[in-house]
């Protein structure tokens, strides 16, 4: 009768941490890749012949009327048609709510604001308003969103996409 050869608890115990830190690794270089992947399926909305808009850099989706075309970048997404563009832009803050974040930002530049609004887009807190900064002659229609710890803004400084950003703000959908 053969005896087997039983396997030393050293050699084992070395395969399953080189093992484990194999797979642990991939999926941590897996998780820190950027992706660029842009979702979007066509989808009936208020917004009209519309279609859902998902970046997964910024983790957001909204319906985007077909009308505008896309620009992706690794910080921002920009939607463009003939009459403007609507920049969307996510970035961290310190600050534990957004009343404390638009303060300080509006204590740091010469910024007047008008038409501010308390908002709730898909439940988290937001504010819509008007922005004018010191010199310049074009104002800026802001929407702010905050989710645990990073602002949202979509923006334009076309008052002919007033209308479009107050639409597509409304369809804004965080992606955790």
Not at 69 to 86: A, E, L, M, P, R
Not at 104 to 123: A, N, Q, T
């Amino acid at each position: 009768m053969k005896r087997r050869k039983k396997e030393s608890p050293f050699v084992l115990a070395a395969f399953t941490i080189v093992a484990g830190a194999l797979i642990g690794g991939s999926v941590l270089i897996m998780n820190e890749l950027p992706s660029q992947v842009i979702h979007q399926t066509t989808r009936a909305a208020s917004l009209g012949d519309a279609e859902t808009f998902q970046s997964d850099n910024l983790r957001f989706s909204i319906e985007l009327p077909k009308s505008f075309q896309k620009s992706v970048g690794v910080q921002y997404v920009d939607f463009i048609n003939s009459s403007g563009t609507i920049h969307a832009t996510r970035i961290t803050t310190n600050f534990s709510t957004l009343a404390d974040y638009l303060y300080e930002f509006d204590s740091r530049r010469k910024i007047e604001v008008s038409d501010e609004k308390s908002l709730s887009i898909d439940g988290y807190t937001a504010v819509s308003r008007i922005e004018k900064y010191g010199d310049m002659q074009k104002e800026e229609k802001v929407y702010n969103i905050f989710i645990d710890g990073w602002v949202y803004s979509l923006s334009t400084t076309s008052t002919a996409l007033y209308k479009n950003i107050d639409q597509i703000a409304q369809t804004f959908r965080y992606l955790p």
